[in-house]
């Protein structure tokens, strides 16, 4: 459910999660397993200060990579960022791949590092895993993302279509695709795009998006 919502775009899916962290918390009371879905699904569905509850209750009882990251994004998503960063170089320390380093690259963008973030992302890259396209494509839209800040729309539009390798009809890459066109002043190709990311992902940031788009081809 919760690769499903990433993916459909449906914050239902992250209920659903939530539902069965439950049922296996039934069968299984206090099972780390149970509270480690039940925090990221809480997560998702912005209740943080509960998913920092559940994070801090499960990294006393263990030390395992993934209750670091629920830990660092219940933070992140606080705005305690010192505090999330520890977190996050915990987890590094602990195993560095894909989820570190992707956690640690939306770490260094946030305090203003984007060369940081960029090497990061490329080393967050070529540690994924192929046998999980959504994740690759969303680390490829992330460095596009960096890389038209950085004032690079060439770099930018090619790792967008590396997401779009990965996964065809991404709604992320298509929103940046069309960003990038906007950039390029290229506004009927960005209004195709934008109306491809919109209809895929109902979001308000991608209806204002198109909007800003159709305005200004007119």
């Not at 596009?144 to 950085?150: D, H, I, S, T, V």
């Not at 890459?173 to 960005?190: H, Y």
Request: glycine share 6%; proline share 5%.
């Amino acid at each position: 459910f919760v690769a499903r919502a990433r993916t459909a775009n449906d914050p239902g899916d992250y209920t659903l999660a939530e539902r069965v962290a439950t049922c296996l918390d039934e069968q299984q009371p206090g099972d780390p397993a149970a509270l480690l879905l039940r925090g990221h699904a809480l997560h998702q569905l912005h209740r943080f200060h509960e998913a920092e509850a559940i994070a801090r209750t499960l990294v006393t009882r263990r030390e395992f990579v993934l209750d670091y990251a629920l830990l660092g994004d219940a933070l992140m998503e606080q705005g305690r960022l010192a505090e999330a960063a520890t977190a996050y170089q915990k987890m590094i320390d602990l195993k560095p791949f894909y989820q570190s380093y992707t956690r640690a690259a939306h770490l260094r963008w946030l305090t203003g590092d984007l060369n940081g973030a960029i090497e990061l992302t490329r080393k967050a890259i070529e540690a994924a895993s192929p046998r999980n396209p959504e994740a690759i494509a969303w680390a490829y839209t992330r460095l596009g993302a960096y890389q038209l800040q950085r004032g690079d729309p060439g770099q930018a539009m090619r790792a967008i279509d590396a997401a779009l390798s990965f996964q065809p009809d991404y709604a992320a890459a298509l929103l940046l695709r069309g960003r990038v066109l906007l950039t390029l002043n290229r506004l009927g190709e960005a209004v195709h795009a934008l109306e491809q990311a919109a209809s895929l992902n109902p979001l308000p940031e991608y209806q204002w998006t198109l909007a800003d788009a159709l305005r200004r081809q007119g």
